[in-house]
């Protein structure tokens, strides 16, 4: 499932006319979902699929733990990459599936714990 909402979110991401630079990026601290470029900002993508929204919106999942660890992984991937000047921030795509094979709903949240 959550392939399917990372794909998604990609095709998502390249309509809104962003460049995909990483997509698993994995370091000793976690992984990245996707990381993506336009424009001045620099986009560390956490991506959460969820059947419904029933029991708590899938964005409830990107805590202060997780937070910490998408901060510590996202520095790991800026060292690497020092060539990178833009602006980073942290995006959420909630991805939510439907039973029965319905089409799937993508709300994205632009900087949804930058501060």
């Given at each position: 499932?959550?392939?399917?909402?990372?794909?998604?979110?990609?095709?998502?991401?390249?309509?809104?006319?962003?460049?995909?630079?990483?997509?698993?990026?994995?370091?000793?601290?976690?992984?990245?979902?996707?990381?993506?470029?336009?424009?001045?900002?620099?986009?560390?993508?956490?991506?959460?699929?969820?059947?419904?929204?029933?029991?708590?919106?899938?964005?409830?999942?990107?805590?202060?733990?997780?937070?910490?660890?998408?901060?510590?992984?996202?520095?790991?991937?800026?060292?690497?990459?020092p060539e990178e000047g833009r602006q980073p921030r942290f995006d959420v795509a909630e991805v939510y599936t439907e039973e029965g094979g319905g089409r799937p709903i993508l709300n994205y949240l632009e900087n949804a714990f930058g501060?």
């Open positions: 499932m959550g392939d399917l909402g990372e794909g998604l979110t990609v095709r998502y991401l390249e309509r809104q006319g962003y460049e995909i630079l990483a997509r698993n990026w994995r370091c000793r601290y976690g992984e990245l979902d996707i990381v993506a470029a336009k424009g001045t900002y620099l986009a560390f993508v956490e991506v959460k699929t969820r059947r419904d929204s029933r029991y708590a919106p899938a964005r409830d999942a990107v805590d202060r733990r997780k937070q910490g660890k998408l901060l510590l992984s996202a520095q790991a991937w800026l060292a690497e990459h501060g």
